[in-house]
């Protein structure tokens, strides 16, 4: 039987160090393959951690490709589960936010600071 593999599971696979994808469904492992596609390793980056049915179709893969993909499957997302359509790229925005959150927190911090320094200034003349 082939093992259950959730989408959340798969969409934390989208780096070059692993890379899943789902077609149709079943899940693949195609880390090892990725210097070997002759498609290029880019294209299979690029969906990396995504539904990559649409893509692979697209492309009318020849009858060996589709033969090739059973080598790499390593299990099927739940039954009646599907890939989510966000691109998991929104690590970026967070960190932009938290950035942003500590900038705005800096210059408030510092105007307070200047304003007590003034004040004790102040009040010493
Ligand atoms: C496990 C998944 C995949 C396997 C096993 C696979 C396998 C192959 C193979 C064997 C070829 C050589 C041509 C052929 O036999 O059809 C090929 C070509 C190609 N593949 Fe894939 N592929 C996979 C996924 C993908 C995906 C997801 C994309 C797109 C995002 C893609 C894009 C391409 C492109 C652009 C070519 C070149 C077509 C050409 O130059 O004629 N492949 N792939």
Redesign the pocket.
């Given at each position: 039987m082939s093992k259950v593999i959730t989408s959340e599971e798969v969409i934390k696979h989208n780096s070059n160090d692993s890379v899943w994808?789902v077609?149709r469904n079943d899940v693949?492992d195609?880390t090892s393959?990725l210097e070997e596609?002759?498609?290029g390793e880019e294209?299979?980056l690029?969906?990396a951690g995504q539904d990559?049915t649409q893509?692979?179709d697209d492309?009318g893969?020849?009858e060996?490709?589709k033969e090739?993909?059973k080598k790499?499957k390593i299990g099927s997302l739940p039954p009646g589960e599907t890939m989510p359509n966000v691109v998991p790229q929104q690590k970026p925005n967070c960190c932009e936010k938290v950035k942003q959150i500590v900038m705005v927190s800096s210059v408030v911090a510092g105007a307070i600071l200047v304003a007590i320094v003034l004040r004790k200034y102040l009040a010493s003349n």
């Open positions: 994808m077609i693949y195609v393959f596609h002759p498609g294209t299979l690029e969906v990559a893509a692979f492309v893969h020849s060996d490709a090739l993909l790499y």
